[in-house]
């Protein structure tokens, strides 16, 4: 790689408010908001909106959707034409 071309990769928290889930990984993300780490140590810190600790793809809490009553609704508005 040519140096001084590529952005710093280093380490850093992902914060998913929601699922209250935090890990560290690494990137080359920035941010001005830092949190202190179970090491001791300070890293910058992501929030997130959502992450697999709070997706209901992947909690299970998904949301049923009502098929059988957009079906009717729609026969209703258009009639059953077959």
Not at 16 to 24: E, H, Q, R, S
Not at 27 to 43: A, F, N
């Amino acid at each position: 790689m040519k140096p001084g071309i590529h952005p710093a990769y280093r380490p850093v928290v992902f914060r998913d408010k929601v699922g209250g889930l935090a890990f560290l990984t690494r990137s080359t993300v920035t941010s001005d908001r830092t949190i202190e780490w179970e090491d001791g140590t300070t890293y910058p810190v992501i929030d997130v909106e959502i992450s697999w600790a709070s997706h209901p793809f992947y909690t299970g809490q998904s949301r049923v959707l009502d098929t059988a009553g957009r079906v009717e609704r729609f026969r209703q508005r258009y009639g059953d034409r077959h």
